[in-house]
Antibody
Framework: EVQLVESGGGLVQPGRSLRLSCAAS????????MHWVRQAPGKGLEWVSG????????GYADSVKGRFTISRDNAKNSLYLQMNSLRAEDMALYYC???????????????WGQGTMVTVSS | DIVMTQTPLSLSVTPGQPASISCKSS???????????LYWYLQKPGQSPQLLIY???NRFSGVPDRFSGSGSGTDFTLKISRVEAEDVGVYYC????????FGQGTKLEIK
């Protein structure tokens, strides 16, 4: 069964850091690009960041550029999101999503995890 | 950045009746490779989003044929020929010609 399981969310103060993880199983992880997509409470979907199969191509939304860093470890079938300088507007459910391709861009996401909640509050 | 605009933001449909959602992009989604990078997702209550339609009009694996997509350039439509109770949720269009961006979402409820 194809599965993505996020972890690492929680309550964090503004300005602090948090690292999210996504464990993948049921497919050949290093064949596909991977992404983080977030959803603020009661709001719509916002793409956050994506990384190609070999980490050679990485993209970020303008809202997180310079603060967030995406990475992957193909040996561990894992995706990560390092979030620094967190703001109130970063509070959201963060989904890990599998791409239908090995590249970032001109693609879509076919498998989503259940998400991990990040709460930014003092 | 490409802005995706959906209308309506909500609709209430009687089971068995059709439904239609419009999605307009601020720039053409037609790539030089000839493909148009427009997708439709459904997020059912309490669930993660699921892919319905890829590249404007192609149903993803397992998607019922009552769902269809059409359009070109900057104007796109998702149609449900006969709405069923299991179709409730929020529908999103998404473009991926320039990174990725989603529409605001259209909430479908059953009358």
């Amino acid at each position: 069964e194809v599965q993505l399981v996020e972890s690492g969310g929680g309550l964090v103060q503004p300005g602090r850091s948090l690292r999210l993880s996504c464990a993948a199983s049921g497919f050949t992880f290093d064949d596909y690009a991977m992404h983080w997509v977030r959803q603020a409470p009661g709001k719509g979907l916002e793409w956050v960041s994506g990384i190609s199969w070999n980490s050679g191509s990485i993209g970020y939304a303008d809202s997180v550029k310079g603060r967030f860093t995406i990475s992957r470890d193909n040996a561990k079938n894992s995706l990560y999101l390092q979030m620094n300088s967190l703001r109130a507007e970063d509070m959201a459910l963060y989904y890990c999503a599998k791409d239908i391709s090995h590249l970032v861009g001109a693609t879509a996401f076919d498998i989503w995890g259940q998400g991990t909640m990040v709460t930014v509050s003092s | 950045d490409i802005v995706m605009t959906q209308t309506p933001l909500s609709l209430s449909v009687t089971p068995g009746q059709p439904a239609s959602i419009s999605c307009k992009s601020s720039q053409s989604l037609l790539h030089s490779d000839g493909k148009t990078y427009l997708y439709w997702y459904l997020q059912k209550p309490g669930q993660s989003p699921q892919l319905l339609i890829y590249e404007v009009s192609n149903r993803f694996s397992g998607v019922p044929d009552r769902f269809s997509g059409s359009g070109s350039g900057t104007d796109f439509t998702l149609k449900i020929s006969r709405v069923e109770a299991e179709d409730v949720g929020v529908y999103y269009c998404m473009q991926s010609i320039q990174l990725y961006s989603f529409g605001q979402g259209t909430k479908l409820e059953i009358k």
